[in-house]
C-alpha cells in the first residue's frame, strides 16, 4: 500500500497573520507536520497560494532532499479560489489527489496533517497507516478525543441570557456519563477511492483512535501559542 502526507498551508489567517510560517517552539508551524511526514518516512506534498511559503518550504528543504527527487514538496501553487475563509477542505484535498493523478503519482491512501496542530508524534502517523493497510473493512481513520467539558448532557442553550439545559437532567456526574468525542487535528486519514466517492472522512464506517489530552490543543489564536510551546517542550 502506498501513501502520501497532504499538508494544507493556507496563507490568509483571521487570527494569526501567516500562522502557518511562524515561530513555534524551535521552528516554524509548516515545518513541524513536514519533518513529522519525513520522519514517519513518508511522500508529502505541501499545497499552497503562497510564494513565500513555497520559498521558505524550498529554503528549509532544497529540492534534492525531497521526496527522493520524485518532485518538490510543493510541486505547485494552490488557486486563490481554493484559499478562500470558506473554501472547503475536501475541495483543497481533491485538487492535490487530482494533481497527483494527472502526473502519474498513484498512491492508495493519504493521511491529512494540519500545521495548526504540531502535538502529534512519528507513531500517530504510522499506525494510523498501518491501520488501513491492514484492515480493508475501515476506509477512514480519524484522531478524537475525550470531551466532558462540552458533553451534551452538561451543556446548555443561552435563550434571551436565560440558560436552558440541552437535557433534562443537566446535574449529572461526569463519571457517570457515556463518553462522547470530538476529532482533534492530528491526523485524519482515508483510503483515495473512498475519499473521492464520500468527499469527507467521517462516515459510520471511519474509526476513531483516541489521542492523549494534550494533543488537542491546536494553534487558532495568538493565546494558544504559548500552550502549544509548553507541551513541545514538555513532550516532544
Not at 518516512?41 to 520559498?55: C, N
Not at 492535490?96 to 502519474?104: I, P, S, T, Y
Not at 478525543?145 to 435563550?159: T, Y
Not at 475519499?195 to 491546536?218: L, M
Request: glycine residues 4%; proline residues 7%.
Amino acid at each position: 500500500m502506498k501513501s502520501i502526507a497532504i499538508i494544507p498551508a493556507r496563507s490568509g489567517s483571521k487570527g494569526i497573520e501567516h500562522k502557518n510560517i511562524m515561530p513555534v517552539g524551535n521552528r516554524e508551524l509548516l515545518n513541524w507536520s513536514i519533518r513529522q511526514a519525513i520522519n514517519a518516512e513518508l511522500d508529502l506534498i505541501v499545497t499552497t497560494d503562497s510564494q513565500k511559503y513555497i520559498d521558505k518550504v524550498n529554503l528549509w528543504f532544497p529540492t534534492g532532499e525531497q521526496n527522493a527527487g520524485k518532485f518538490p514538496y510543493c510541486p505547485f501553487k494552490r488557486k486563490s479560489t481554493l484559499a478562500k475563509d470558506d473554501t472547503p477542505t475536501c475541495s483543497v484535498i481533491l485538487n492535490v489527489l487530482d494533481w497527483l493523478e494527472e502526473n502519474g503519482h498513484l498512491y492508495d491512501t493519504f493521511i491529512l496533517l494540519e500545521p495548526t496542530a504540531p502535538l502529534r508524534l512519528t507513531t500517530d502517523i504510522t499506525m494510523a497507516l498501518a491501520t488501513l493497510r491492514d484492515d480493508e473493512s475501515i476506509p477512514a481513520i480519524v484522531s478524537v478525543c475525550a470531551d466532558h467539558r462540552s458533553h451534551p448532557a452538561l451543556s446548555f442553550r443561552m435563550v434571551r441570557k436565560f440558560l436552558q439545559p440541552n437535557t433534562d437532567m443537566p446535574h449529572l456526574l461526569r463519571q457517570s456519563l457515556e463518553p462522547f468525542y470530538h476529532l482533534t487535528g492530528t491526523f485524519y486519514a482515508a483510503r483515495i477511492p473512498f475519499y473521492r466517492e464520500h468527499k469527507t472522512f467521517i462516515t459510520q464506517k471511519t474509526r476513531g483512535v483516541i489521542v492523549e489530552p494534550w494533543q488537542d490543543h491546536e494553534i487558532d489564536e495568538p493565546d494558544d501559542i504559548p500552550i502549544v510551546e509548553l507541551f513541545i517542550k514538555k513532550v516532544m
